[in-house]
C-alpha cells in the first residue's frame, strides 16, 4: 500500500515551542480524514512536543526524521 501524498506543508524552522504545534493544529483543522501535513522544525524540544501533541489530539505521526538540526514531522488527520 502506498502512503497518501502529502496535503499541506508547514515550515516551522526559527519558531520555538509552542508555535510549530500550534500551527500544525491550525492547519491539521483544514485537512480531511487522512490528509497529510509536513511539517520542519529546528527548535530542540519539538520532537518531544509533536509526539505529546499527537498522543494528546489523536492525530497520528507518521514520521519523524532530523537532518542537521532539523526536525520533520509527518501528521495525518485522524
Do not use: W, Y
Amino acid at each position: 500500500m502506498v502512503d497518501p501524498p502529502i496535503k499541506a506543508r508547514l515550515d516551522a524552522r526559527g519558531l520555538a515551542c509552542p508555535l510549530p504545534v500550534l500551527k500544525a493544529r491550525e492547519i491539521l483543522n483544514t485537512l480531511q480524514p487522512g490528509e497529510r501535513l509536513e511539517v520542519l522544525a529546528d527548535d530542540p524540544i519539538a520532537p518531544l512536543d509533536f509526539a505529546a501533541f499527537s498522543f494528546r489530539s489523536g492525530h497520528p505521526l507518521r514520521e519523524k526524521s532530523a537532518d542537521s538540526g532539523t526536525f520533520r514531522f509527518v501528521l495525518e488527520h485522524k
